[in-house]
Structures are given as structure tokens and as C-alpha cells.
């Protein structure tokens, strides 16, 4: 008998912060590691974190963490060590031969989640560009990982270093292949976007995980696939909507998260374009998640990056039905609090909205008659 179901893989998680940084920094950013790894099915199994001034050149922790982590692999059968940063192609070199087994550093993790989510030709063109600069620089790793795998040698020279070659020319066309195929795409979105011109954007923005796939849902009165996972959304998505007899297009962007892979902000700059071009956006905030300021920080970051960080902002604060009491507003711009699974503070959402949406809409439509908000 074959058996056909995908078994999940035992991993651990590493993680090295600087010597001022609080253990409690580092938990936090360990249980986000471990969120994004089980979103690839991956079962955790430990975890180790290690203050370093800065990560060890060779293998990124020390000498003795490295054989903790080697015994563990070992005595309990991992599959995979998760790194919450990225590493450069001679550290995950040396970690797979130290740990003989699969390495994922941060970057890796995040692509291979995308690969996974991307459902539209756009989305899955953009994570298999991203994938494949990021896979170039790395061929030596992945020829040894290859190696040990067919029963090689693991020498230098011959044969293998001819695939290498090989290899990188294949992965260099494949990535003007899929330049041209992204820009082709793109110019069609532009044209798309084009043709909305004359009605207010509003666009929805935030951290991975927020909810703004369940207000886009709440809002459009449409079926959007809203589900508690990291990146549950990677396509954008686009919807009218009408609030008292006044149209807009609502739009549903990726999460952002902290350290989100450059070669993939790059590919998905088309889809950012969404973000970009908005009159008005929608932040989307977990208020109950301890981190939510961290996050706010991250995704005003973003914008700055992508010039979309002068846009009107409504900051939502969601989840507040999971709060023992109201939170203090931070962050710049209007906001209000809201729960998104009770329907709490959704009326006052919509007036707020309505009322932002009006006065854009009063400078495309200068004789545009105001109307009253109930």
C-alpha cells in the first residue's frame, strides 16, 4: 500500500538576538517562528535561543549551541531547523553538513509559504521569481543536499561542479523568463487599474493575521477566504462597495510581517501597487496580540518603503472582543476599535469610512451633493 497523506516533518526553532535584547522580545518572536513554520506543517519540537554580539560567521550560533541542537536532531529524529534569520549561503553550507538535515532560514520559510498560498498567475509568477534569486546564490548547498541524497561523494570538482554551472545558467533564464512574464502581467494590471479611474480606492493594510480578509468579507458582503493563519491571503483582491448610496473599490492586500524577504517586496511591488495607488487605507490592527505596536511599527515601515506612508489612514483596532478592556490609540491618523467576529464598533467603522470616502469623493466629484451619514 502507498500512503498518499503528507507527514508532517519535526522541526526545531533557532533563534539569535543581540545581548540587550529582553527574553521576552525573543519568546515573542520565537511563537511568530513557530506560527510560520506550522503553516507548512511543520510540528515543533524545541526551540533554542542564543545572545550573541553578533551571529558566528560559520554557523550563525555558537560552537556550543550548534551541538545542543545537533543532539537534539538527532536523538529525537528532526527533519528540519527553522533560523529566524536569513543566512548566507556558506552558513547554511556548514549547517547541513553539521546537522544533516533540512535548513530553512527565515527568507526560505516565508517563500515557500507564499509558494503554497499563490492561487492567481500573477501571485504564483511573482513567489517563483522571488524563489529563484533567492535559490541562485545558494546552487552549492543545494548540489550537496543533492549528493547525500543520491549516495555521493560530496568531492569538489567534476561532474558536480559542471551541474552547478549548469544549474545557475538554467535558473538565469528561467529568471528572465519570468521577468518578462511579471512585466507583461503588470502591464495588463495597469490597465486594469486605469480603467477605474473617477472612483475612490480604499485599500486594506496590515501585519499578517489581523483580519483584514474578514473585513474585507464584513464590508464587500462577499465570500473572501478568511481563515487564523499567517498570509492566508497572498493575491489581491478587489471588490466594490456601496455604504449609503456611495461607491468604492476595497481591496485586499498580502500581510506584511518583520523581516519580509527584499526579493519579495521587489516581485510584488505590482500587487503593492493596489496599496500605492489608494486614496484611503485601511490598517488593520490585531489590538490583541501583546505585539500589536511592534506590528504598527512594521507596516508603517512598509509603506515608507513601497511610497504609499502619506496615504490617509484609518487604524483599525480588531480582536478587542479578546481584551479585558480598551486599549489606548496609538499610531498616527483617525481609528477606531472594532471586532470583526461580534460586529462591535462595525458601525462606527462604516460612519468613519463613510465619511473619509465623502470628502475624496467630493474632490473627484466637485458637485458631488454631500449626503447625510445615518
Same mark, same amino acid.
Given at each position: 500500500?502507498?500512503?498518499?497523506?503528507?507527514?508532517?516533518?519535526?522541526?526545531?526553532?533557532?533563534?539569535?538576538?543581540?545581548?540587550?535584547?529582553?527574553?521576552?522580545?525573543?519568546?515573542?518572536?520565537?511563537?511568530? @517562528?513557530?506560527?510560520?513554520?506550522?503553516? @507548512?506543517?511543520?510540528? +515543533? $519540537?524545541?526551540?533554542?535561543?542564543?545572545?550573541?554580539? !553578533?551571529?558566528?560567521?560559520?554557523?550563525?550560533?555558537?560552537?556550543?549551541?550548534?551541538?545542543?541542537?545537533?543532539?537534539?536532531?538527532?536523538?529525537?529524529?528532526?527533519?528540519?531547523?527553522?533560523?529566524?534569520?536569513?543566512?548566507?549561503?556558506?552558513?547554511?553550507?556548514?549547517?547541513?553538513?553539521?546537522?544533516?538535515?533540512?535548513?530553512?532560514?527565515?527568507?526560505?520559510?516565508?517563500?515557500?509559504?507564499?509558494?503554497?498560498?499563490?492561487?492567481?498567475?500573477?501571485?504564483?509568477?511573482?513567489?517563483?521569481?522571488?524563489?529563484?534569486?533567492?535559490? @541562485?546564490?545558494?546552487?552549492?548547498?543545494?548540489?550537496?543536499?543533492?549528493?547525500?541524497?543520491?549516495?555521493?561523494?560530496?568531492?569538489?570538482?567534476?561532474?558536480?561542479?559542471?551541474? $552547478?554551472?549548469?544549474?545557475?545558467?538554467?535558473?538565469?533564464?528561467? +529568471?528572465?523568463?519570468?521577468?518578462?512574464?511579471?512585466?507583461?502581467?503588470?502591464?495588463?494590471?495597469?490597465?486594469?487599474?486605469?480603467?477605474?479611474?473617477?472612483?475612490?480606492?480604499?485599500?486594506?493594510?496590515?501585519?499578517?493575521?489581523?483580519?483584514?480578509?474578514?473585513?474585507?468579507?464584513?464590508?464587500?458582503?462577499?465570500?473572501?477566504?478568511?481563515?487564523?493563519?499567517?498570509?492566508?491571503?497572498?493575491?489581491?483582491?478587489?471588490?466594490?462597495?456601496?455604504?449609503?448610496? +456611495?461607491?468604492?473599490?476595497?481591496?485586499?492586500?498580502?500581510?506584511?510581517?518583520?523581516?519580509?524577504?527584499?526579493?519579495?517586496?521587489?516581485?510584488?511591488?505590482?500587487?503593492?501597487?493596489?496599496?500605492?495607488?489608494?486614496?484611503?487605507?485601511? !490598517?488593520?490592527?490585531?489590538?490583541?496580540?501583546?505585539? !500589536?505596536?511592534? !506590528?504598527?511599527?512594521?507596516?508603517?515601515?512598509?509603506?515608507?518603503?513601497?511610497?504609499?506612508?502619506? $496615504?490617509?489612514?484609518?487604524?483599525?483596532?480588531?480582536?478587542?472582543?479578546?481584551?479585558?478592556?480598551?486599549?489606548?490609540?496609538?499610531?498616527?491618523?483617525?481609528?477606531?476599535?472594532?471586532?470583526?467576529?461580534?460586529?462591535?464598533?462595525?458601525?462606527?467603522?462604516?460612519? @468613519?469610512?463613510?465619511?473619509?470616502?465623502?470628502?475624496?469623493?467630493?474632490?473627484?466629484?466637485?458637485?458631488?451633493?454631500?449626503?447625510?451619514?445615518?
Amino acid at each position: 500500500m502507498i500512503e498518499t497523506s503528507k507527514k508532517n516533518e519535526r522541526g526545531v526553532l533557532v533563534s539569535v538576538g543581540t545581548k540587550s535584547e529582553s527574553d521576552e522580545r525573543l519568546n515573542e518572536m520565537m511563537d511568530e @517562528l513557530e506560527f510560520l513554520s506550522q503553516t @507548512l506543517q511543520i510540528e +515543533i $519540537i524545541g526551540k533554542f535561543t542564543q545572545k550573541l554580539e !553578533h551571529p558566528d560567521s560559520k554557523t550563525f550560533v555558537g560552537k556550543g549551541k550548534l551541538e545542543e541542537i545537533k543532539t537534539m536532531c538527532s536523538v529525537d529524529k528532526i527533519d528540519v531547523v527553522v533560523f529566524d534569520d536569513d543566512l548566507s549561503p556558506s552558513q547554511l553550507r556548514n549547517l547541513e553538513r553539521e546537522l544533516k538535515v533540512k535548513i530553512y532560514d527565515r527568507s526560505l520559510l516565508i517563500l515557500d509559504i507564499f509558494l503554497k498560498r499563490a492561487k492567481t498567475a500573477q501571485a504564483k509568477t511573482q513567489v517563483e521569481l522571488a524563489r529563484f534569486q533567492y535559490l @541562485l546564490p545558494r546552487l552549492t548547498r543545494m548540489w550537496t543536499h543533492l549528493e547525500r541524497q543520491r549516495g555521493g561523494t560530496g568531492t569538489r570538482g567534476g561532474a558536480g561542479e559542471k551541474e $552547478i554551472e549548469t544549474d545557475r545558467r538554467m535558473i538565469r533564464d528561467q +529568471i528572465n523568463v519570468l521577468k518578462k512574464k511579471l512585466e507583461k502581467i503588470e502591464k495588463q494590471s495597469k490597465t486594469q487599474r486605469k480603467s477605474r479611474t473617477g472612483i475612490v480606492r480604499v485599500a486594506l493594510v496590515g501585519y499578517t493575521n489581523a483580519g483584514k480578509s474578514t473585513l474585507m468579507k464584513i464590508l464587500s458582503k462577499e465570500k473572501v477566504y478568511a481563515k487564523d493563519e499567517l498570509f492566508a491571503t497572498v493575491d489581491s483582491t478587489v471588490r466594490k462597495v456601496v455604504l449609503n448610496n +456611495i461607491p468604492f473599490l476595497l481591496s485586499d492586500t498580502v500581510g506584511f510581517i518583520r523581516k519580509l524577504p527584499h526579493d519579495l517586496i521587489e516581485s510584488f511591488k505590482s500587487t503593492l501597487a493596489e496599496v500605492q495607488e489608494a486614496d484611503i487605507l485601511l !490598517h488593520v490592527i490585531d489590538a490583541s496580540n501583546p505585539s !500589536h505596536e511592534d !506590528h504598527i511599527r512594521v507596516v508603517d515601515e512598509t509603506l515608507a518603503e513601497i511610497g504609499a506612508g502619506e $496615504i490617509t489612514t484609518i487604524n483599525v483596532y480588531n480582536k478587542i472582543d479578546r481584551l479585558e478592556e480598551p486599549i489606548s490609540k496609538n499610531g498616527k491618523g483617525l481609528s477606531v476599535q472594532i471586532s470583526a467576529k461580534t460586529g462591535n464598533g462595525l458601525e462606527d467603522l462604516r460612519k @468613519l469610512l463613510i465619511s473619509e470616502v465623502q470628502k475624496v469623493h467630493m474632490k473627484i466629484y466637485p458637485h458631488f451633493m454631500q449626503q447625510e451619514i445615518y
